[in-house]
């Protein structure tokens, strides 16, 4: 976490989108930032690809690893594409295949704005 | 937090809903109650109200403390019941007003799923 530039791609999903939630009310700036990365888990398919992804060896998976949560192809890659797009996941193309990888230091950072919330 | 009697309304709510999303993939029942929950703090006009009662003094607000997020009174109404069917908030009438409080060990619950996912 002090070396931002490890993760260039995923620096504006990386900042801190918000004070705990306890601490004060969000602004509305705020609160569209992090309610955006909620709403990316609040989808039981999707919820289950990330968790996927998450608990894969690495917490890296292909997509031909994951496809088991009983959609279609197209839904999955679907799915995917919003989890990018919400800065939980990046993706690297590897021949064939293309790998998904979980981002720890986002998910680090929702967690603290509930758990500090929770806390206090 | 002791008396599980003082929240009759919202135990099943509190049970957690399922492991940290490192440890393995969801279950398909598992990432339906964890989406709920994370739904419901995926939408920014939900989430500054959801702030504006945890960051009120005691985690408690009454309906009239957090109504200046710029929408109608209704539809305040209509995301404070989303929340409370979340389990999020709990509610209280006290003579003429509603007040809202935070349910803790719910978020203690959320957070503990992202960041012992991201910690591992």
Known sequence: ???????PLLQPAVEPCCPP????PLTG?????????FKALGDPVRLRLFSAVASHENGEACVC??????????TVSHHLKKLKEA????????????FY????AVLATMGAVLTKAAAS
Chains 1, 2 share one sequence.
């Open 87 to 98: 800065g939980l996941l990046s993706s690297e193309r590897r021949g064939t295949w293309v």
């Open 21 to 24: 939630l306890t601490e004060r």
């Open 65 to 74: 690893d994951i496809s088991d949560v009983g959609v279609s192809q197209p």
């Open 101 to 104: 990888r979980v981002e720890p």
């Open 29 to 37: 700036e705020e609160a569209e930032r992090a309610a955006a990365m």
């Open 1 to 7: 976490m002090s070396n931002a530039k490890a993760l």
